[in-house]
């Protein structure tokens, strides 16, 4: 199976930064990937897949970007709804996720 | 709008039988692969299995592989997780989640709002 691992695991931020979060994946996928925001004791949602396509609804300040085995996602000014875990997730074979991302307020 | 809302979740003993359903609503459920996914009490995510729009092929995570089997109803709209031989590293949040489209290699965008179980003696 590959094997996905994110960076940092968690980290603080305050509201207007730009930050960013690294997953890399133990072998080549192509761009068969995905980026998931979950709130606490709600069920993850789609933000961005293909590597760099933002779902339908997603605001523009996500983006992703990468292709191969290293990608990153990041938010361009953190709002106060974006306090939340991120997960990534390759669908190249058989799909695998990242074990998070936690951002909280600074 | 989609909506997945699954039941069938609870108290189990070890060694135990559970069967999970989905129901799904708001698309065309026999145009989509549809998969389970887990999420264990404060940990992460983890695909446990899938299955094709037309039922004919499904795959497993491996530590569940010859204990959990998946199968869908189209004429009814819906999903099913048998589990058998629960072990205690079963407890966990399942989501029903829908696929993006009719390819297997495609995002999961939608997603239940999950279903409790809890295997302990």
């Known amino acids: 199976a590959i094997r996905m691992t994110q960076s940092p695991a968690s980290f603080s931020a305050s509201i207007g930064d730009k930050v960013s979060i690294t997953c890399r994946a133990s072998?080549?996928?192509?761009?068969?990937l995905a980026w998931y925001q979950q709130k606490p004791g709600k069920a993850p949602e789609l933000l961005i897949y293909a590597a760099s396509t933002l779902q339908r609804g997603v605001p523009s300040r996500f983006s992703g970007s990468g292709s191969g085995t290293d990608f990153t996602l990041t938010i361009s000014c953190l709002q106060s709804e974006d306090f939340a875990t991120y997960y990534c997730?390759?669908?190249?074979?058989?799909?695998?996720f990242g074990p998070g991302t936690k951002v909280d307020i600074k | 709008e989609v909506k997945l809302e699954e039941s069938g979740g609870g108290l189990v003993q070890p060694g135990g039988s559970l069967r999970l359903s989905c129901a799904a609503s708001g698309f065309s459920f026999s145009g989509y692969w549809m998969s389970w996914v887990r999420q264990a009490p404060g940990k992460g995510l983890e695909w446990v299995a899938h299955i094709k729009y037309d039922g004919s092929e499904e795959d497993y995570v491996d530590s569940v592989k010859g204990r959990f089997s998946i199968s869908r109803d189209n004429a009814n709209n819906s999903l099913s997780l048998q589990m058998n031989s629960l072990r205690f590293e079963d407890t966990a949040v399942y989501y029903c989640v829908k696929k993006s489209g009719r390819l297997q290699n495609q995002p999961d965008d939608s997603w239940g709002q999950g279903t409790l179980v809890t295997v302990s003696s």
């Open positions: 997730q390759q669908y190249y074979s058989q799909p695998t």
């Open positions: 072998q080549g996928i192509s761009s068969y």
